[in-house]
């Protein structure tokens, strides 16, 4: 059992969850995931390990409650436990592995999109442990949205922040401000990694192919069972089948088939969203009796 040791709400629709998985902690890398079970009956839920700290021994988890057991894991309180938390898995950002004097001579963008921005974090913090620079643009539809700036701050060589209704930071999408950086301000980039919605990815991957910019995207969303065994996470990558928990999480965006990745994203969005509202009715206290009382 894995004792949640810190519970936050970020903002609307999303949590913050530090949990003692020693072992997890130990080994996990950037851009690697874990399975979660909120109890013994619990759907497996894959998750994107958000921060670790070896020395503490915890895994940091940031949870977007969109469906039935995402709902039943964010229920939890602090101190309560978790059934399983089982990791790390995936392969590691590529840059983990490769030579570090290499990898000092690139400047990376990170471009983050809601939930997509915990993830990001890990990756931001490795990179500036090894002397890496690395500018971050992080997105929202509106100021009460964004997650994680203060701590982006401390590792990001600079923080930009794109608001849609241009409550904070530059006025409109994060592909605006791309274009604003690079054609306006002359910046150069070496690689961009852009984690986020699947359209707010497709997007980024389009605006970065006009510039020739090496473009990383993170399908993490299209998992289910995280082991290559439902099938479920299939997506086409430069004409060939992948599988996004064993063959990444991480693709070339310049390579991904985003419209069929987007068409497999919504294939269970009604059932998740008949599954949630049955989840909420039982956690107020409501029970359907519909058949019942015959």
């Not at 994203?265 to 359907?288: D, K, L, S, W």
């Not at 009796?289 to 015959?294: E, F, H, Q």
């Amino acid at each position: 059992m894995f004792e949640i040791l810190e519970k936050k709400y970020l903002t609307d629709q999303i949590y913050l969850m530090k949990v003692h998985a020693p072992r997890i902690a130990q080994s996990a890398l950037p851009g690697q995931f874990v399975i979660v079970r909120s109890d013994e009956f619990g759907e497996r839920i894959p998750l994107t390990i958000s921060d670790y700290d070896a020395a503490e021994g915890s895994v940091t988890l940031v949870i977007q409650t969109i469906g039935a057991s995402t709902l039943k894991i964010c229920a939890r309180a602090e101190g309560e436990r978790l059934a399983d938390v089982a990791g790390p898995l995936g392969r590691p950002s590529d840059f983990v592995h490769e030579p570090i004097e290499e990898v000092r001579r690139r400047r990376y963008l990170f471009v983050a999109g809601g939930v997509g921005t915990a993830p990001v974090y890990p990756q931001v913090k490795w990179l500036h442990d090894h002397g890496v620079r690395a500018d971050v643009i992080i997105g929202a539809k509106t100021r009460s949205l964004l997650i994680y700036t203060d701590l982006m701050r401390t590792v990001a060589d600079r923080l930009h922040i794109a608001t849609d209704d241009g409550s904070e930071g530059y006025h409109g999408m994060v592909t605006g401000l791309i274009k604003e950086l690079v054609e306006k301000q002359g910046e150069h980039y070496d690689v961009c990694v852009a984690i986020g919605p699947m359209v707010m990815m497709k997007f980024v991957a389009l605006t970065t192919k006009e510039y020739g910019l090496k473009t990383i995207v993170s399908l993490n969303a299209l998992m289910v069972d995280g082991t290559g065994m439902c099938g479920a996470c299939r997506v086409t990558v430069g004409g060939r089948t992948r599988f996004t928990c064993v063959d990444g999480p991480e693709f070339d965006g310049h390579e991904v088939d985003f419209d069929e990745a987007m068409r497999r994203q919504g294939m269970y969005r009604t059932q998740e969203q008949r599954a949630a509202a049955i989840e909420a009715e039982r956690a107020a206290g409501h029970v359907c009796r519909i058949g019942l009382d015959k």
